[in-house]
């Protein structure tokens, strides 16, 4: 079965901190997809990535920074962390053969305090 | 660009009474209809996909059909469970090569014994 892992699962950040949240899953996939959800908004796209060493501009990327090293591996970088910023964080990931359905990570709690 | 629209929660429902949850879209391009479920504490995971206009999908005793004419794909229950409560998603993939989703701002159901 798909699997999409997340570290860490929570995390508690300064102001003007360094966050790097961690994504990596196996299913062998092209696509993969960092989210943030907030209450109100739903899940909003903050960067993707079709391919190993390129990234994607999503719908709200501004103070957000992405790394994809690997297939496997995608990291969302906060180098800046405002109190914005406090939200839960979800990576997923999807199979270019398929539907377009994707696969979701358990979720990051990130707090900036 | 690509938005979806759907009923705004929370829902509070008692169990054996019935579930509709409204989802409306726009794109100018063909969509692929998805419904997402997200249980508490855990990542958003498909509940099932409609890929052609006019069809309906299912799982779970939930079902829904992709009505092209009213650009409508409505989440339907007939008798909803406890175990049902969760934050559902209405989400589309529009035609083209990026293989995004937009989704909808979720609606927060809560089913009552």
């Known amino acids: 079965e798909a699997a999409v892992t997340q570290s860490p699962r929570s995390k508690v950040a300064v102001t003007g901190g360094k966050v790097t949240l961690s994504c990596h899953q196996t299913?062998?996939?092209?696509?993969m997809y960092w989210y943030r959800q907030d209450t109100g908004h739903g899940l909003r796209l903050i960067h993707y990535?079709?391919?190993?060493?390129?990234?994607e501009k999503g719908d709200i990327p501004d103070g957000y920074k992405a790394s994809r090293p690997s297939q496997e591996n995608f990291s969302l970088i906060l180098e800046l962390a405002s109190l914005s910023q406090t939200a839960v964080y979800f990576c997923?990931?999807?199979?270019?053969?398929?539907?377009?359905?994707?696969?979701f990570g358990p979720g990051t709690r990130l707090t900036v305090l | 660009g690509d938005s979806v629209t759907q009923t705004e929660g929370p829902v509070t429902l008692s169990e054996g009474t019935s579930l509709t949850v409204n989802c409306s879209y726009e794109?100018?391009?063909?969509?692929?209809l998805f419904w997402y479920v997200q249980y508490p504490g855990e990542g958003p995971q498909l509940l099932f996909k409609?890929?052609?206009?006019?069809e309906k999908g299912s799982n779970r005793g939930f079902e829904a059909t992709y009505n092209k004419e009213a650009t409508s794909f409505h989440l339907q229950k007939a008798s909803v469970q406890e175990s049902d409560s969760a934050v559902y998603y209405c989400a589309l993939r529009s035609g083209g090569s990026n293989y995004k989703l937009t989704f909808g701002k979720g609606t927060l159901l809560t089913v009552t014994p």
């Open positions: 997923a990931s999807s199979d270019v053969s398929g539907f377009g359905e994707q696969y």
């Open positions: 990535s079709y391919v190993a060493d390129s990234t």
């Open positions: 794109t100018k391009q063909y969509p692929t």
């Open positions: 299913n062998n996939h092209d696509y």
């Open positions: 409609v890929p052609k206009a006019n």
